[in-house]
């Protein structure tokens, strides 16, 4: 229902900073929820962040005050800034989308994000 295109990653030493962007094009419903999973070698895909329609946003507890989530509805992006990267937030993050009037909700490709010295 739309492609998304996920832009940001790339090795950053701990203690350093990226910002991740999706760009959501060719959808025919209206995007509801938009947010950012990652996964890690050997562990389950996790929520990362969220943001609603409204810009209520959601945090996993270990990025609490360290990722920003945000949204341009006009352009169909969300980004997400982080900061304080630790080796830990080592993983593929994956742009996720879902919508108002259709049930299934849309991935990005992934890209990847690695925290090391």
């Known amino acids: 229902q739309v492609h998304l295109v996920e832009s940001g990653g790339g090795l950053v030493q701990p203690g350093g900073s990226l910002r991740l962007s999706c760009a959501a094009s060719g959808s025919i419903f209206s995007i509801n929820v938009m947010g950012w999973y990652r996964q890690a070698p050997g562990k389950e895909r996790e929520l990362v962040a969220s943001?609603?329609?409204?810009?209520?946003?959601n945090y996993e507890d270990s990025v609490k005050g360290r990722f920003a989530i945000s949204r341009d509805n006009a352009k169909n992006m969300v980004y997400l800034r982080m900061n304080s990267l630790k080796p830990e937030d080592t993983a593929v993050y994956y742009c996720y989308v879902d919508f108002v009037e259709y049930p299934f909700g849309s991935w990005g490709q992934g890209t990847q994000v690695t925290v090391s010295s």
């Open positions: 943001i609603t329609r409204g810009g209520t946003t």
